[in-house]
């Protein structure tokens, strides 16, 4: 009898793992995100300006920037959207890194036929004469409770902050707040005040990170309200999956530099992919913030990403900045230009088990991640829902509560039969 109640218990124990993974799996909000894709990042070559694009491995999306407000430009991150991105409805993420216009010019368009959930804007007012900017009313208003929705000083939330009066940005903000509709149902977009810090930071003004299955997008810059140059105003930030870490971080000059080498001098930081910011200009990716960011042991399979326009007049990337990188250890061979190359694709995905880091299908020596037995059965399981017919989880309902009610059945039985031995 003891020897059934175990195989009795045990077969409960299997059924109850059995469901708890099929309702685990079966869960609205945890079946849309159970695929575990590649997390790929693409710096679209978009000229003389920034445009990146990535896929997150929940299967989220993110637009960073979008090149100059010409025809062309506006085309090709369009058509590279259709052609990279198969069935994109809408990106999850969008980030404005600063108000230039080779940085946002054809942002407007882009939302309009992706929209975003999420917007990161700059903590500047867009002023051009007859446009009142929506972030005015929503920073003066009380009931408002998130404070990332409104501009600040140093001294707090405050709209006496500085304006840009150009055309290009009145038009990207416009487009921001605006409602739009995907599959028939209606959604106002969420739009932060871009705040990188991380001490010192307000109790009222929750943190912007944005945390994922596995993988985490930390904003640390900017570091101000106010800058006077509005360069400075970039997102500095780090994408980190599976142990491999892209550094970002727009236009940012020696000021916003400065402030994070200053600010962030005692963390620990291990680069893969170093985007080189500004274009590769003088102004930017100083000695102290490539000491900081990334390892002296590993900069030779460390990437430099160096996004420009073929013959621009600015002359990026400044040779200067070349020669450091090349001094500081960095390969010539992994200074990677769009003006020279085109779009550049790096990818982080496993095979065999292992993860690693991936430029043009080939993979980067360096760093893996070692076999994980428990993400390998994670995905094991994964992979069979997604390939399972929906009505297939309903013909799993059914079959195992007959098996718990037949066990149940079972259990009475004996205990019945051996009341009756005993008497």
């Keep these: 009898m003891k020897y059934l109640y175990k195989k009795i218990t045990c077969s409960l124990l299997c059924i109850f793992i059995l469901i708890a993974g099929v309702f685990y799996n079966i869960l609205p909000d945890k079946l849309v995100y159970a695929q575990e894709y590649d997390l790929e990042v693409h710096f679209v070559d978009v000229g003389q300006g920034d445009c990146i694009i990535i896929q997150l491995p929940d299967g989220k999306t993110m637009i960073v920037d979008a090149g100059d407000n010409k025809n062309k430009t506006e085309e090709k991150i369009l058509s590279y959207i259709q052609q990279n991105f198969d069935g994109l409805k809408y990106f999850d993420y ?3 890194t600063h108000t230039d216009a080779d940085h946002l010019g054809s942002m407007p368009e882009v939302l309009e036929v992706y929209p975003a959930m999420t917007i990161y804007r700059p903590n500047v007012i867009a002023s051009l004469s007859g446009f009142v900017d929506p972030v005015l009313a929503i920073t003066q208003d009380n009931t408002i409770t998130d404070q990332n929705l409104k501009l600040w000083d140093d001294d707090g939330i405050d709209i006496e902050v500085e304006s840009k009066s150009t055309v290009v ?9 605006k409602s739009f509709e995907i599959d028939g149902k209606s959604y106002t977009p969420k739009v932060l005040v871009s705040d990188g810090r991380r001490y010192n930071r307000p109790q009222s003004k929750p943190s912007q990170d944005i945390n994922g299955d596995n993988y985490l997008i930390s ?10 140059d509005s360069n400075n105003y970039s997102n500095i930030f780090i994408i980190e999956y599976k142990g491999f870490e ?8 020696k000021e916003a530099e400065a402030a ?4 962030y001098k005692n963390e620990e930081f291990d680069i893969d992919v170093y985007k080189l910011g500004h274009h590769g200009s003088r102004t930017s990716s100083s000695s102290a913030l490539i ?9 030779s399979q460390i990437y430099g990403v160096i996004s420009c326009g073929e013959g621009n007049s600015y002359g990026h990337p400044h040779t200067e900045v070349l020669d450091r990188f090349l001094e500081m250890g960095f390969s010539q061979d992994k200074l990677l230009r769009t003006d020279t190359m085109g779009d550049i694709v790096f990818e982080v995905k496993k095979q065999n088990g292992v993860y690693n880091l991936y430029y043009k299908d080939s993979i980067i020596p360096g760093d893996t991640k070692e076999f994980d037995f428990f993400d390998e059965i994670k995905q094991f399981i994964n992979s069979i829902f997604e390939n399972m017919p929906e009505n297939a989880f309903y013909i799993i309902g059914v079959v195992i509560i007959a098996v718990i009610i037949l066990i149940v059945i079972i259990i009475i039985n004996n205990q019945q039969k051996s009341k009756n031995i005993k008497k």
């Design 169 to 177: 940005y009145k038009e990207f903000i416009e487009q921001a707040y």
């Design 219 to 228: 904003f640390y810059s900017p570091l101000s309200y106010q800058y006077s």
């Design 260 to 263: 994070f080498v200053e600010t």
């Design 246 to 253: 892209f550094f970002l971080s727009g236009d940012a000059e």
């Design 94 to 96: 969008c980030i404005v």
């Design 291 to 299: 000491e900081l960011v990334t390892k002296q042991s590993k900069r």
